[in-house]
């Protein structure tokens, strides 16, 4: 079965502090994405990572992608409100289509 | 802007009715895809088209139907609306090599 964990699935932060998303997958694959989801919006894609080591960096958000470990994991550093929202992870396993973890919401709190 | 565009925006309907909910990209997305979004299921698939013409099921794929006559349009159907059909309902269509898809608005639909 082709699934995709994510944890924690709530996350409750205090700003200026780091934490990590994990995104776990069920078999191979090298094409993972992550995306945003604010409250009542639509997805925005963040990053994209195509292979083993892939790392991909943006203001204070880092992913990385170890596809022998199945694992990917988005990084917050010195966390600011304007983070808050739904990340949601997806996979690729090599049918044209995406399978979505069932999200992390983070909340930042002051 | 990857000009994925969903109407309406929201929508009530009853029990039974007959609903369209329309995709239309500006973009040349060759991929589309539909999904439905409920709390403590994240996004799943209903239905997915890799061109004009072609489609397929995706995970729940069930009391919907979808047709592609037009690459650019990609209208999904609710024959019989049914309360579990509730949801919020995303577009998406996909750019060649990498994969990555982009999402439309969404559209809330609200079955009594």
């Known amino acids: 079965e082709l699934k995709v964990e994510q944890n924690p699935l709530f996350l409750s932060m205090q700003e200026g502090k780091n934490y990590t998303i994990y995104c776990n997958y069920s078999t191979t694959s090298d094409r993972l994405y992550w995306y945003r989801q604010d409250p009542g919006k639509s997805l925005e894609s963040l990053f994209v990572l195509l292979s083993n080591g892939a790392v991909k960096q943006e203001g204070r958000l880092m992913a990385s992608l170890d596809t022998k470990a199945r694992l990917s994991t988005l990084h917050i550093t010195a966390a600011v409100h304007d983070l808050s929202a739904t990340y949601f992870c997806a996979v690729n396993f090599g049918n044209e289509k995406l399978t979505f973890g069932t999200g992390t919401r983070l909340t930042i709190i002051p | 802007d990857a000009g994925i565009t969903q109407s309406p925006r929201y929508k009530i309907t009853e029990t039974g009715r007959q609903v369209t909910l329309m995709c239309h990209q500006t973009w040349s997305h060759s991929y589309m895809f539909w999904y439905r979004q409920d709390l403590g299921h994240g996004l799943r698939l209903i239905y997915y088209?890799?061109?004009?013409?072609?489609?397929d099921k995706g995970e729940v794929p069930d009391g919907y139907v979808v047709s592609r006559s037009k690459t650019e349009n990609f209208p999904l159907t609710l024959e019989s609306a049914t309360r579990s059909q509730t949801s919020v309902y995303f577009c998406a269509g996909r750019t060649s090599g990498i994969g990555e898809q982009f999402f439309g608005p969404g559209t809330r639909l609200t079955v009594l």
């Open positions: 088209s890799a061109a004009a013409d072609i489609t």
